[in-house]
């Protein structure tokens, strides 16, 4: 898995599309927490499947992980709140049915 970097907006704004890196084939990790967003483009002619792994239980009952479906040519953004924080690793699990013409990254907004 790649570890994606975070960047933070600025209060002035950024331009976001040109930050976008190739999803990883095995999966990427990114920073959770309040204000932070993964923003996932699907230049493919399908659908992708993006996958955040959720490692919280409720009464000894795991909790599903959030799967989002990313139509062809569309451009979603997917809160990481603390909920997919992996308490191993600190970070957030994601993974993709495919990455072909798929690009990702991990923002945060200043609070």
Same mark, same amino acid.
């Given at each position: ?5 975070? +960047? !933070?907006?600025?209060? @002035?704004?950024?331009?976001? $599309?040109?930050?976008? #890196? /190739? ?6 990790? %990114? ?17 992708? +499947? !993006?996958?955040?792994? @959720?490692?919280?239980?409720? $009464?000894?009952?795991? #909790? /599903? ?6 139509? %062809? ?39």
């Amino acid at each position: 898995m790649a570890a994606l970097a975070t +960047t !933070v907006v600025p209060l @002035t704004g950024v331009r976001f $599309d040109d930050k976008l #890196v /190739a999803a990883a084939g095995g999966g990427d990790t %990114a920073q959770t927490g309040a204000g932070i967003f993964l923003a996932v483009k699907n230049a493919d002619s399908g659908s992708h +499947t !993006v996958t955040i792994a @959720t490692p919280e239980t409720v $009464d000894g009952l795991a #909790v /599903a992980d959030r799967t989002m479906a990313v139509a %062809a040519g569309q451009t979603f953004v997917i809160p990481l709140t603390d909920r997919y924080r992996n308490p191993s690793t600190g970070r957030a699990a994601i993974t993709y049915d495919g990455v072909t013409s798929v690009t990702v990254g991990v923002f945060r907004v200043p609070a």
